[in-house]
């Protein structure tokens, strides 16, 4: 008796091989959507701006990344061991700047100092109030003006847009000559998805106290968008270093 193996949300297909062109059929725009991600991390980072990626699967976004930023450190989580591998053989040429670290990005603590955090079609496996709690922490790891992006599917508000994304999943399929129900199969089952509108993930993003929120892009169900964490100044302490009279 053959086993199936286990898939864990977001792995997409059994095979992790096939994962980097398995997912440009489901996702279309795919790299378009990184890209918007890459162009959205302000272009006044000094230094070696450290980067802290949720969910960097096989590695593609991290690798453009890598080259986009020449001098970033960057921090690529994941629970998947096997995803993990695969980015492994990508991105080990870059060394000492890539630390790519397995856990599950919801439990694991951050490190400190981060100049930008990214998150490409991940964040929807957590529930809202995950979702909420993971922006809360982010927020409280990044650097004062620090940047967080996210690219994710999202819900459209209104049930009669619900059948938008068939419709272009069709005319790519038809473009591209594959067959969806043969697709559909090979691709893991939905367990574990949670997408919510952008309108809700954007309030989230405020809940958690980011400002400057903005939407970087969209290609019908999917977007990128982000905010800024912004500190106000510290307010300067008045001691009293006058002596006592004794
Ligand atoms: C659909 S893949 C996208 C991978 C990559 N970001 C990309 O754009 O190609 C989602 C990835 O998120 C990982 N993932 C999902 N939920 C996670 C969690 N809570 N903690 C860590 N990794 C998670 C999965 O293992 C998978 O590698």
């Not at 272009?168 to 697709?183: D, S, T, W």
């Not at 199969?185 to 367990?191: F, L, N, P, V």
Request: proline content about 5%.
């Amino acid at each position: 008796m053959t086993r199936k193996r286990s898939i864990k949300p977001g792995e997409v297909v059994a095979d992790t091989k096939e994962f980097d062109t398995h997912i440009k059929k489901i996702v279309p725009r795919y790299d378009e959507l990184h890209e918007a991600v890459l162009r959205s991390i302000p272009p006044d980072l000094s230094g070696k701006p450290k980067i802290l990626e949720l969910g960097c699967g096989t590695g593609e976004l991290t690798r453009k990344v890598l080259d986009y930023y020449p001098k970033a450190q960057v921090i690529g989580v994941d629970y998947s061991s096997r995803m993990l591998a695969e980015a492994h053989k990508k991105l080990d040429r870059y060394g000492h700047r890539l630390d790519l670290r397995r856990g599950n990005f919801a439990e694991v603590d951050f490190p400190n100092d981060l100049d930008v955090v990214i998150s490409t079609l991940a964040i929807h496996h957590l529930t809202d109030p995950q979702k909420l709690e993971l922006f809360k922490k982010i927020y409280q790891y990044l650097k004062c003006e620090g940047w967080f992006a996210n690219g994710d599917v999202t819900l459209f508000e209104s049930n009669r847009h619900a059948l938008l994304p068939l419709r272009v999943r069709e005319e790519q399929a038809a473009a591209a000559g594959y067959k969806l129900n043969i697709l559909d199969e090979e691709t893991a089952s939905g367990s574990g998805d949670y997408p919510a509108t952008l309108k809700t993930q954007l309030n989230l993003l405020e809940i958690a106290g980011f400002q400057k929120i903005d939407v970087i892009w969209k290609f019908y169900q999917f977007a990128v968008y982000g905010g800024f964490k912004h500190c106000e100044p510290k307010e300067e302490v008045e001691y009293d270093i006058s002596m006592p009279d004794f």
